[in-house]
T-cell receptor, first 108, second 114 residues
Framework: KNEVEQSPQNLTAQEGEFITINCSYSVGISALHWLQQHPGGGIVSLFM???GKKKHGRLIATINIQEKHSSLHITASHPRDSAVYICAVMYTGNQFYFGTGTSLTVIP | EPEVTQTPSHQVTQMGQEVILRCVPISNHLYFYWYRQILGQKVEFLVS????????KSEIFDDQFSVERPDGSNFTLKIRSTKLEDSAMYFC????????????FGSGTRLTVV
């Protein structure tokens, strides 16, 4: 029930490339979060989704409830986007289940 | 922008000692959480706290752990009799109205048990 799968595990891109990170989960959820973890370890909340699509700057997050799948897109990637991106889902209750993260490196 | 503040940023302790990790959540937030990330592993939920009591906890959060909001601003995680396997990054988070309304993480406390 609690599996959250992310792909790819590691991603290297050239500056300016369009990047997609995927997250899939096994059963219905009440919310999904995309998080960014910096090399120093700090975590930043990027988006919370329960349906549809959200956009913030160069980041876009989408979720397809029927397919149990979410994607995080980064347009015009930049070296400062290099970080680990984590998908976390909430089923019933107040507890998150985290994916293992996607490590992104953007090369100048 | 308001922040969740965690102290200390790094703590080293002897096995068997008690540690207290401190967090100052955002002032108008009502829900508080502790998470743990062992090096190289996933972030794991430990406990959520609302209205001065634990609202949910994971199986990791056993009798060794306790949480407290002693003075209306601090939110603490106490680990009694630390073990080597408690070495991890511990994150505090807070939210205004439950996780569905977004939340803010602290920058974490790296605990090393030697």
């Amino acid at each position: 029930k609690n599996e959250v799968e992310q792909s790819p595990q590691n991603l290297t891109a050239q500056e300016g490339e369009f990047i997609t990170i995927n997250c899939s989960y096994s059963v219905g959820i009440s919310a999904l979060h995309w998080l960014q973890q910096h090399p120093g370890g700090g975590i930043v909340s990027l988006f919370m989704l329960s349906s549809g699509k959200k956009k913030h700057g160069r980041l876009i997050a989408t979720i397809n409830i029927q397919e149990k799948h979410s994607s995080l897109h980064i347009t015009a990637s930049h070296p400062r986007d290099s970080a680990v991106y984590i998908c976390a889902v909430m089923y019933t209750g107040n507890q998150f289940y985290f994916g293992t993260g996607t490590s992104l490196t953007v090369i100048p | 922008e308001p922040e969740v503040t965690q102290t200390p940023s790094h703590q080293v302790t002897q096995m068997g000692q008690e540690v207290i990790l401190r967090c100052v959540p955002i002032s108008n937030h009502l829900y508080f959480y502790w998470y743990r990330q062992i090096l190289g592993q996933k972030v794991e939920f430990l406990v959520s706290f609302y209205n001065n009591e634990i609202s949910e906890k994971s199986e990791i959060f056993d009798d060794q752990f306790s949480v407290e909001r002693p003075d209306g601003s601090n939110f603490t995680l106490k680990i009694r009799s630390t073990k080597l396997e408690d070495s991890a990054m511990y994150f505090c988070a807070s939210s205004r109205a439950g996780l569905n309304y977004g939340y803010t993480f602290g920058s974490g406390t790296r605990l090393t048990v030697v």
